[in-house]
């Protein structure tokens, strides 16, 4: 089974419109984390936000929030005001915390989104 | 400015071959790590490394070698038996914290001639 699940490979959005991005996970762990990153066309990874399992608000940066339901397994990402900048590919990944005790701060990441902003 | 820096941007193999991606970083990270990434797919961990002299298999080791002789630098050598290496390679390094993300560098995509 999938551990990190990014149901839409690609999205429109008009420009200054909000967009959420879909991520659902698959852990047994208790504790764990999920990231976001975004990826232009360049290559480079971007990092954009965290959420911790134990984080009791949503994270926040900018114009990126983080929709963490954790009963659904669930960690939308949510960019507010759409700029042309922004179109590029989207990843979620997750940091499982039972692996951290063999060696590992290693990401699983999802297949991606990839967002458009239409002028 | 501190980062990672991959080189070359490109790279390209004969059928056979051996080849070696450069990955090196000025962050004082103790974490490196060496992804794969296919057209429309997600990243794919190769290898990782959490201290000096210490490397694990990811989840597709087969094909590849690394080495972590030094903390800033963590080679990753694609040997003739990865039958399939046509592939954009990140390397990326961490600190030891579980709420601190990877950074990238900007890649390396290999191809075979």
């Known amino acids: 089974a999938q551990k990190i699940t990014q149901t839409q490979p690609g999205m429109f959005v008009q420009e200054k419109e909000a967009v959420t991005l879909d991520c659902t996970y698959d852990?047994?762990?208790?504790?764990?984390?999920l990231f976001w990153y975004k990826q232009p066309s360049s290559g480079e990874m971007i990092f954009l936000i965290y959420?911790?399992?134990?984080?009791?608000q949503n994270a926040t940066e900018g114009r990126y929030s983080l929709n963490f339901q954790k009963a659904r397994k669930s960690a939308n990402l949510v960019i507010s005001a759409s700029q042309l900048g922004d179109s590029a590919m989207y990843f979620c990944?997750?940091?499982?915390?039972?692996?951290?005790?063999?060696?590992?701060?290693?990401?699983?990441f999802g297949k991606g989104t990839k967002l458009s902003v239409i002028p | 400015d501190g980062g990672i820096t991959q080189s070359p941007k490109y790279l390209f193999r004969k059928e056979g071959q051996n080849v070696t991606l450069s990955c090196e970083q000025n962050?004082?990270?103790?974490?490196m790590y060496w992804y794969r990434q296919d057209p429309g797919q997600g990243l794919r961990l190769i290898y990782y490394?959490?201290?000096?002299?210490?490397?694990q298999k990811g989840d597709i080791a087969e094909g590849y070698s690394v080495s972590r002789e030094k903390k800033e630098s963590f080679p990753l050598t694609v040997t003739s038996a990865q039958k399939n290496p046509t592939a954009f390679y990140l390397c990326?390094?961490?600190?030891?914290?579980?709420?601190?993300?990877?950074?990238f560098g900007d890649g390396t995509r290999l191809s075979i001639l």
């Open positions: 490394s959490q201290i000096v002299n210490d490397f």
């Open positions: 852990t047994s762990d208790q504790s764990y984390g």
């Open positions: 990326a390094s961490s600190k030891r914290v579980s709420n601190q993300p990877q950074h």
């Open positions: 962050l004082n990270h103790d974490a």
């Open positions: 959420q911790g399992s134990y984080d009791e």
């Open positions: 990944a997750m940091r499982e915390g039972r692996r951290a005790g063999a060696g590992s701060y290693q990401l699983t």
